[in-house]
């Protein structure tokens, strides 16, 4: 076992804003913090060249930005 690197780090980073996304009441935390998690997420991806990760939290970050703007510009 070695120690962690910086691309490790930033992949529990990102889990743990996912995680804790979905612990927040308001619905726009929630959609704001996993768009945070997602996008480390997606250079986390990048990083390890995993792409279904990049593509997943691509989607992801797609359908929360749109969510926080709809429910924002209505």
Do not use: D
Request: hydrophobic share 60%; glycine share 10%.
């Amino acid at each position: 076992m070695g120690t962690i690197n910086l691309v490790e780090w930033l992949g529990y980073l990102a889990s743990g804003l996912v995680a804790i996304s979905f612990l927040m009441k308001s619905i726009n935390k929630l959609r704001f913090i996993n768009v945070v998690g997602a996008i480390l997420f997606v250079i986390y991806g990048v990083a390890i060249q995993a792409l279904p990760v990049v593509l997943v939290n691509l989607f992801v970050v797609g359908v929360n930005v749109y969510h926080l703007v709809r429910k924002n510009a209505g």
